[in-house]
């Protein structure tokens, strides 16, 4: 790999490990709000309604400056919502402009990729990527978790320095810690070097802007790779955001977890996430990307299986690792969150290679990305309003993570049939190699 892509990774790592902190303590500054239970998974709805807003708009400027200094002021706008939060600003209004700054990070972050490298290095690249981005979802849940901890809450909430700055509460000591995991990532994001890459000029007219994200959505889900590649990340992304609460709702009701553990047992989904990932870069070619499906079925299946667990089921048993000692229910628990967690990273890591190759081909760097950010997100605002009317009818846990377990598995079983039908048609390895003058199929 070329030196950049380090510098790319370590930007990402930085800006995900506080993106993921912030969720955690957001939901603490909810809880000390008494905000109502609905409330917490809209905080993913506000921060994502931006990306698809924003989406006709944010390939252009993704592609209109370097990818780095893109990435760098989208660093700078997430950090101006946190501290906005800090002002005592609304919660989900303030989690709502740290998802303009990730709307528009993304295109540049993944965009930057298909200008530095060649296409045998994307799943790899993915790979890394993707095990990065998990490191720091792991890292920063834990952290968002310790952060709102009783043990690190009374140690920060006494620092006078912070009372300076009228923050005297958990979750605001939390919020002012992530600020400076926001700032190292802002300044990784200055040591990206410029690719050369250069895209004719950007028209700043949303009247023009508009029509031409249209065009380009239209291309990727007329090509027949693109359309497979784009139903499983779109499926991959709503489903991952819903799970997020999910876990730690289910951990709450089935193991009696309050949320700084439940959120340590959410860290473990991310850990199976990497190693699935880590397998998938080393094992799947990007022309055998498409034989991966079937793994996304058996997370579907996982899922259901899990809705029947509980902590009444498992013996009181102790396992001692270390000094540490851990109940066998939670062990079990961990089991099945990092076996969910790698079949999700082993089948979207090729998807995701093989969706950003077939943009780039077809578009370009930042407007295939922001294609796939919208119809992602777009899933994501969906199946996160339909988990917040099924906590609003106060309907089972247990029953939720059924049905989402069997949704998971009936839209894989479409796609795998959808696809299927496309292989009849034709041989898709010999898309693969399709310039971006050559019309979609």
């Not at 790592?13 to 969720?23: K, P, R, T, V």
Request: hydrophobic share 55%; net charge positive; proline share 4%.
């Amino acid at each position: 790999m070329k030196k950049g892509f380090y510098w790319i990774m370590a930007a990402q790592f930085f800006s995900s490990l506080a993106d993921n902190a912030l969720l955690i303590a957001s939901i603490a500054l909810l809880v000390q709000l008494q905000a109502p239970g609905w409330m917490t998974p809209l905080l993913k709805f506000f921060f994502t309604v931006s990306y698809v807003v924003l989406a006709p708009f944010v390939g252009a400027f993704a592609d209109s400056l370097q990818k780095g200094r893109v990435m760098f002021i989208t660093n700078i706008i997430k950090m101006f919502g946190l501290l906005l939060m800090l002002a005592s600003v609304h919660p989900l209004l303030a989690y709502g402009v740290v998802g303009l700054g990730a709307a528009a990070y993304s295109p540049a972050k993944y965009g930057i990729l298909t200008e530095l490298l060649p296409p045998q290095q994307l799943v790899a690249a993915n790979g890394w990527i993707e095990g990065t981005t998990v490191g720091s979802i792991i890292l920063g849940t834990v952290l968002g978790g310790f952060l709102v901890s009783e043990l690190a809450g009374r140690y920060l909430v006494n620092l006078s320095w912070l009372h300076w700055f009228g923050i005297t509460t958990v979750p605001e000591t939390a919020l002012a810690v992530i600020v400076l995991v926001y700032l190292v990532a802002a300044l990784c994001n200055l040591k990206i070097p410029d690719t050369g890459a250069r895209y004719p000029h950007q028209t700043a007219n949303p009247l023009k802007q508009l029509p031409e994200f249209i065009q380009c959505t239209k291309v990727l889900w007329t090509d027949k790779l693109g359309q497979i590649s784009m139903a499983v990340t779109t499926l991959f992304w709503g489903a991952g955001a819903t799970l997020q609460f999910i876990v730690i709702k289910w951990a709450e009701h089935a193991l009696g977890l309050d949320l700084s553990k439940a959120a340590t047992l959410q860290a473990t989904v991310a850990f199976g996430v990497a190693a699935g990932a880590a397998l998938a870069a080393s094992r799947v070619p990007l022309k055998k990307s498409l034989t991966v499906l079937p793994v996304g079925m058996g997370m579907g299946i996982l899922c259901m299986v899990l809705s029947l667990y509980s902590r009444d089921l498992v013996p009181d048993v102790q396992f001692s690792i270390g000094h540490f000692h851990v109940p066998l229910y939670l062990l079990l628990a961990g089991v099945f969150m990092v076996s969910i967690g790698a079949m999700a990273g082993y089948f979207v890591v090729p998807m995701n290679a093989l969706l950003q190759h077939r943009g780039y081909v077809l578009l370009s760097a930042g407007h295939s990305i922001a294609v796939q950010n919208f119809n992602e997100n777009v899933s994501v605002l969906v199946m996160l309003l339909m988990y917040a009317m099924l906590i609003r009818l106060d309907l089972p846990i247990q029953w939720i993570i059924g049905l989402f377990g069997a949704f998971v598995l009936g839209t894989m079983w479409l796609v795998m049939r959808w696809n299927a039908r496309n292989m009849r048609q034709r041989d898709w390895t010999q898309l693969i190699g399709e310039s971006r003058h050559e019309s979609a199929p």
